[in-house]
């Protein structure tokens, strides 16, 4: 949903075959839909080799499975917290070590992780949810190194408030608030998000325009719910 529907079907119009991970399915037409719990190592594995297997490759990887959880931190149980690591971040860690054999065998290949303008404005009260994407950053800053030289981009997106599902318990008086505090002065959809995915999925494509930049800032330039899996066709 949200920002995994939008990349799927933005990248389905690039010509890709897709694949989605999520627990909930997905209507969109098109694509591969496999019901896949990203905290389950053993799952995620499983399925990510029977797309191999069927496909003979997997080119692009854009990990956007995610939640986030509200609150002061002594008042948040400790399970609730590990949980939003365990889908925010090993979520990602657990696709990202199950594909990268692939990638590294084909000696090419794109990984987009989704992080949030959280990670870099520390927002009080997501305390949890802001070092979770944190993390994300450090992440993909640090594996776009390692595997670099194998031919492989790691590249992060951080976005601000976008219209999804995750935000539809914000009142219009907050949503008013923070729209006039963008500097283009609207809410970013999903699919401005999904165009910022391209843009790093896609690097020697320059007809791809991203039409809303103030609403997102990208890490490391090299790299709810789905995980989406993008094969070139």
Do not use: W
């Not at 719990?37 to 995620?44: H, K, L, P, R």
């Not at 931190?73 to 949980?83: C, G, N, P, Q, W």
């Not at 949810?129 to 992060?156: D, P, W």
């Not at 809303?212 to 899996?229: D, F, Q």
Request: hydrophobic share 45%; aromatic share 6%.
């Amino acid at each position: 949903s949200g920002i995994g529907r939008a990349t799927a079907k933005a990248l389905m119009d690039m010509g890709c075959t897709v694949y989605g991970f999520s627990r909930r399915g997905c209507d969109l037409p098109g694509i591969r839909h496999l019901s896949v719990d990203v905290t389950s190592e053993e799952g995620v594995r499983a399925a990510v080799e029977h797309i191999a297997a069927r496909e003979g490759r997997i080119d692009i990887l854009v990990n956007c499975a995610g939640f986030g959880i509200s609150g002061a931190v002594e008042f948040t149980e400790l399970s609730d917290a590990k949980r939003q690591f365990d889908v925010n971040f090993f979520g990602t860690v657990n696709v990202v070590k199950a594909v990268l054999p692939y990638m590294r065998q084909a000696g090419e290949g794109r990984i987009v992780n989704i992080s949030s303008v959280a990670a870099v404005a520390h927002i009080p009260f997501q305390t949890f949810y802001s070092a979770s994407k944190a993390a994300l950053i450090g992440f993909t800053k640090a594996l776009a190194k390692e595997v670099g030289l194998s031919g492989i981009t790691v590249n992060c997106v951080a976005p601000g408030v976008i219209a999804t599902e995750m935000n539809g318990h914000l009142s219009e008086e907050i949503m008013e608030e923070l729209k006039n505090e963008t500097p283009m002065g609207r809410i970013g959809a999903p699919e401005d998000v999904a165009e910022a995915i391209l843009f790093l999925a896609f690097p020697l494509l320059p007809r791809i325009c991203i039409s809303y930049p103030s609403g997102i800032s990208t890490e490391n330039p090299s790299g709810i719910v789905a995980t989406v899996l993008g094969l070139r066709m």
